[in-house]
């Protein structure tokens, strides 16, 4: 990787595709073909094999990315909060706007504080901000929230003058599961399960074990949905060859957080921080690349901001918590750093939280550390990826040691 200060060639757009799970992406070993595109893409990227969101939740997890924080420090709680401080003081957008990139946002999400349906509208045209709105009623909304947000990124990239930061934000595959017409029945031939009100009694709940078929279909739809969100990137990806911004521009594709059909909970969110919650998707593209390039090292939502200022050869504030990625991409460090992830209840976001449950990974192992719980868990998560054994009394002293990260971080992260 060419080490020279890159920043006067290269645009940069971060595409964040919400409730995307690496365990549901063909590109990471799934036995369904979700993610075509993607995985044809990654022949020329940096592939994170042990990316972690720092949340099983959007907001936590996207201003982590966009901040470089842990969630902890992010004070979000709703939607409003998210974007009145999403331009005040320190992230990568005022970061890179300081330094001369043109900012281009389309932030699509089911719902925020103006009042539309299938439109993308700009609530600040200084800085190049959409939000794109759906009502989710019915099996159409996937096939126009899509052709939307797509519609006006193709727009945005048309006009766009170099350098330009270029943040995508995709909601679906989010809940409801609506593929549209194209892909719906790749997975699931029967007629169920077609719109939002067939599904909302399943989404972020707990379930029985005789009701996981019923599960099971519901994550066919998902897995339709990642192949319709795959196809309409492709798309995209076409047109940034056909304008020539594949030769100056690094691109990331990345999640908010996972999705999970198991363990009988069936959404995002809440108590639960198991591998398809939080183990997320990261690949790097950069201009020249021709080779796939697997890292193996751990990885999480904070590092993505000091990276790409590292590669662009920006300095990295000393206010991000987050470490750069390019020392495991160029090899001259394969240092494994433990990763934190916090479970977000709804109406809290708290490291300290008597409540909220944090993992670490670390050394090929993951403990989840739930307070006023009489035992942890910890799973050997190398050789166990399903997480089905739970160590924690076998393994007294890494649970120890592991816990310890914990509280440390706890510590520290809360000043």
Known sequence: MNSQRLHLLNNVILITIDSLSASDMSIYGYHRNTTPFISDFSKTCYVFNSMYANSNSTYPGIYSILTGKYPTKNNLNNLISFFINLFKGKNIIDLLKREGY?????AALDKVFISAKNKVFSINPTTNLYISLSSKKNITYTKLFLNNIFKKAFELLEKAKSPFFFWLHIYP????????????GRFLLENSFNDAISQKPYINKFYSKEMQPEIYKLRCRYNEQILDVDFSIGKLFNLLKQEGFMQNTIIIITSDHGEIFEKGFMGHGGRYLYNPLIRIPLLIHLPGNRERKMIRTNAQQVDILPTILDILGFDIPKWIDGKSLKHSMDNTSQINEPVF????????VRWQSEVNPIAVVHDG???????????????NITDDPAETQNLSRDEVERTKLLKHLIKTAILKYNN
């Open 102 to 106: 043109q900012i281009l946002i389309i």
């Open 341 to 348: 992830s916090i479970g977000r209840f709804f109406h809290k």
């Open 173 to 184: 595959p989010h809940a409801p599961y609506l593929p549209s017409e194209r892909f719906r």
């Open 365 to 379: 192992y993951k403990l989840i550390y739930q307070p006023g719980q009489i035992y942890d868990e910890l799973y």
